[in-house]
T-cell receptor, first 112, second 113 residues
């Protein structure tokens, strides 16, 4: 079946550093969603991307829909301790509910 | 604002026992979902309900049943729990189609011994 790969799997960074992570697939998607999961909580949507090449920001977060439609990138600038959590990408080709594919997540730790 | 509420938050079952996970949303959303989250595997869809009165299988439906009791409530039942069903279960809802934002509950951590 379809799979998403996220890299890195985990990262430990110093507070104030910028963070980059990506999500790749062998399949083409029409929608990319980036979620963040705080410890002990459910995921919360950060950014949604609907068009190849689209670059969207949400505060210190910026995400891009790759031109090939097979990848997406998330950047966090000037990281702070509350950025700690797991970041999931999700890809969707159609609008059918059973077609949303989640990546395995990137775990981010921020050292104060 | 409650959003999506799941109960219980934690549960330990013996192999073969049954239980129902409850989920309710107060956002008047049409669509509701049940996911399971396992280490290193992201979220996998168990069942979903596109609208009141309809339910459909997701990626990993075996061993589960669901009921869309009304627009607010969507329950997940394990008829005969197995250790492989040890996981964290998330209920979610969304207003429209799957490419719109899904709102998640806090999760139920289930251990089957």
């Amino acid at each position: 079946g379809q799979q998403l790969n996220q890299s890195p799997q985990s990262m430990f960074i110093q507070e104030g550093e910028d963070v980059s992570m990506n999500c790749t697939s062998s399949s083409i998607f029409n929608t990319w969603l980036w979620y963040k999961q705080d410890p002990g909580e459910g995921p919360v949507l950060l950014i949604a991307l609907y068009k190849a090449g689209e670059l969207t920001s949400n505060g210190r977060l910026t995400a891009q829909f790759g031109i090939t439609r097979k990848d997406s990138f998330l950047n966090i600038s000037a990281s702070i301790p509350s950025d700690v959590g797991i970041y999931f990408c999700a890809g969707l080709f159609e609008t059918s509910y059973d077609k949303v594919i989640f990546g395995p997540g990137t775990s981010l730790s921020v050292i104060p | 604002n409650a959003g999506v509420t799941q109960t219980p938050k934690f549960q330990v079952l013996k192999t073969g026992q049954s239980m129902t996970l409850q989920c309710a949303q107060d956002m008047n959303h049409n669509s509701m979902y049940w996911y399971r989250q396992d280490p290193g595997m992201g979220l996998r869809l168990i069942y979903y309900s596109a609208s009141e009165g309809t339910t459909d299988k997701g990626e990993v439906p075996n061993g589960y049943n669901v009921s869309r009791l009304n627009k607010r409530e969507f329950s997940l039942r394990l008829e005969s729990a197995a250790p492989s069903q040890t996981s964290v279960y998330f209920c979610a809802s969304s207003e429209g189609t799957a490419n719109t934002e899904a709102f998640f509950g806090q999760g139920t951590r289930l251990t089957v011994v």
